[in-house]
């Protein structure tokens, strides 16, 4: 457990990490392409599965740097700056409830 605690407080190491996870995830969507391709029936499904593995990456990170920011300009401790990760967490949250139930409508 130390060591995952040590791990995340290297900004150094989160960093690469988040580096990484924005090149791997398209990556990996162009790699997952010809095995969904054979295996999907619908041709119609396969464009947004791998639009959410190949963007996930990259808005993970975003959502990171975003919350670092409101951190380092707010603290670690003040409710404006908590209040204001609140907001944002709570709109993405809402936005992807309402984006998924489209879908399936």
Known sequence: ???????????????????????????????LFPVL????????SLKPVLSIIALSGPFITGLWYLYRRIVDHFGLDSLPGFALNLAIFIGIGIAIGLLSGSRQS
């Open 37 to 44: 391709r054979m295996t999907l029936s619908k041709r119609s």
């Open 1 to 31: 457990m130390r060591e995952i605690l040590e791990f995340v407080l290297n900004e150094q190491r989160l960093e690469v990490f988040f580096k990484i996870l924005v090149v791997f995830t398209p990556a990996l969507a162009v790699c």
